[in-house]
């Protein structure tokens, strides 16, 4: 009965989409990016008359969630500041910051709420804004966290101008810089978006095998690949020799699995930074932080199933339009692309499958 009660919401949302949805088809990738949209209502108050006047807006605090019977406890050789190198945890990385901090919010809440052991996953909070941990705690008060900085400048100088301003915020790197960021006893983390929600166990994707390769990720080989690359990269053996040997396919770097211990051992990193540093003289792809990735992995990426990232909900990068899920099972929903469930909600212009985002809202009335 218990994982009835827990899908129960997902289901009565699902019925909804089965009722407003057209036909399920599939459609090409949009890149997952920040949307430069500063909605009023994502700000996180700040201690001023202005923001005490408007205190009953603000983020409900999250139900308790507790592990199953069958979850068993922790590893009691790892307390306190040690916690999080239990091994028994599955490790979830999530970035904040007061424009996403909505969405945020609905991811954790997703899969704390579809979770068989709740307790056994923690969060680390990659952060440009230092006053986010004390409204984490408020909202979740029971949540296995820490909060990581990350300093904007340290990718500033390397961040070339995009099609979208969105694609340039410096916050956007901070997953190339995970494996200096956690402890060097976390192994390996789940890297996450802001944009999306899990609808199944997230330690179905914690178990995923990811064999000899570093990354794991649901590839779309079917995708146009040379799209993410200029004529000039495709017309010059030096940059585009990078593939030889290789079966490049799309992936989203919205959703992966990492190893940690061979991406320090690979200097993944420092070869990321190498092709953004190309990319200033040579203007070799058009996007933000999704070509380097492709650039030093594709072709060499664990396969993921596509049930764990359901992206592009949020429409291409300029118009936001509405999209379909792609046909099969769904574990994840991900609104990459320009148009964000919780604005579009807001507006009284949702996409049919927005309403599957809401169940796991916690921003409204306090009152």
């Known amino acids: 009965m218990l994982w009835l009660m827990r899908l129960s919401g997902f289901f009565s949302a699902a019925m909804v989409m089965i009722v407003l949805a057209p036909a399920l088809q599939s459609f090409p990738p949009a890149e997952a990016i920040r949307s430069s949209h500063l909605d009023f209502y994502l700000r996180l108050p700040v201690d001023t008359a202005f923001s005490r006047s408007l205190n009953r807006f603000s983020f409900r605090k999250a139900s308790t969630f507790r592990n199953a019977a069958q979850c068993g406890g922790g590893d009691p050789k790892f307390s306190g500041k040690f916690g999080v190198c239990d091994p028994n945890l599955v490790h979830v990385a999530i970035t904040l910051d007061v424009e996403y901090l909505r969405g945020s919010v609905a991811a954790v809440n997703s899969i704390l709420r579809n979770s068989l052991c709740p307790e056994s996953v923690f969060f680390h909070f990659l952060v440009s804004d230092t006053n986010l941990e004390d409204f984490v705690r408020s909202t979740f008060p029971q949540l296995n966290f820490k909060v990581y900085y990350f300093d904007p400048e340290i990718v500033r100088n390397l961040i070339s101008t995009s099609v979208r301003q969105a694609l340039e915020q410096p916050l956007n790197y901070a997953r190339n810089y995970l494996a200096g960021l956690l402890e060097s006893c976390v192994k390996k983390v789940i890297y996450l978006d802001s944009d999306l929600i899990v609808v199944d166990d997230i330690r ?57 211990v061979k991406w320090r051992n690979g200097g993944y990193t420092e070869k990321i930074e190498w092709w953004m540093k190309l990319q200033k003289s040579n203007r070799i792809y058009e996007l933000g932080s999704l070509p380097p990735f492709l650039l030093v992995f594709a072709g060499n990426v664990a396969t993921i199933e596509h049930r764990w990232n359901q992206h592009g909900l949020g429409g291409d990068n300029v118009r936001g339009s509405c999209r379909d899920l792609h046909p099969g099972p769904t574990s994840l929903l991900h609104w990459s692309g320009s148009g964000k469930p919780w604005l579009r909600l807001d507006s009284k212009q949702p996409c049919p499958l927005d309403v599957l985002w809401s169940p796991y809202d916690l921003y409204g009335y306090s009152w």
């Open 204 to 260: 179905k994707l914690w178990t995923t095998s990811l064999g000899e390769w570093t990354i794991g990720a649901p590839e779309y080989c079917h995708a146009n690949f040379s799209k993410y690359f200029t004529a000039r990269f495709w017309s010059d053996e030096r940059f585009s020799g990078t593939f030889a040997g290789r079966k490049p396919c799309y992936f989203n770097t919205g959703v992966m699995v990492i190893d940690l």
